[in-house]
């Protein structure tokens, strides 16, 4: 949240702050602030352990943090296995250093074996078609 903020930008909001309140009354200010603060995180805290008790024990696992959108869809769809749709072989066969300082890319082997394992129709790896063959029509995919 405040990572976009410069150091000169943290400084000129010292020297106001310093002119604004005075150098007497701003370590009272600076309490008050620390004290708000600690203050909405107990009652967050509370809010969030009332909450857990209410739910009873089934669901002793629940996270909040499970409820923002982004977690709760990739948990959802993903159904929280690491890699269900075996794409880390993918990844780790990528090498983007290579790619960079351009030379030829190492032959992906484990992927391409990974890949003809599956239950992917012949058609549908690049076999040509004969003479007049018309390419399979999958349905659940229009």
């Keep these: 949240m405040f990572t976009d903020i410069s150091p000169l930008e943290v400084l ?11 150098p007497d009354k701003l370590p009272k200010l600076i309490q008050d602030v620390t004290g708000f603060i600690r203050k909405v995180r107990s ?10 008790n209410e739910l009873g024990p089934e669901f002793k696992d629940f996270e909040f943090e499970d409820l923002h959108p982004k977690t709760f869809v990739r948990k959802q ?3 929280g296995n690491e890699d269900p749709l075996g794409l880390k ?3 780790d066969g990528l090498d983007i ?11 992906m082997t484990a992927v391409k074996a990974d890949l003809t394992k599956s239950s ?4 549908a790896t690049g076999a040509p078609l004969a003479e007049g063959e018309r390419p399979p029509y999958d349905i659940d995919a229009t």
Excluded at 120 to 123: E, I, K, L, Q, T
């Design 12 to 22: 000129t909001l010292v020297v106001m702050a310093i002119v604004i309140f005075g």
């Design 43 to 52: 009652f967050a805290d509370g809010a969030k352990e009332d909450i857990r």
């Design 77 to 79: 769809l993903l159904g």
């Design 89 to 91: 072989g993918i990844r």
């Design 97 to 107: 250093k290579s790619v960079l300082n351009d030379e030829p890319a190492p032959a």
């Design 120 to 123: 992917v129709p012949a058609a």
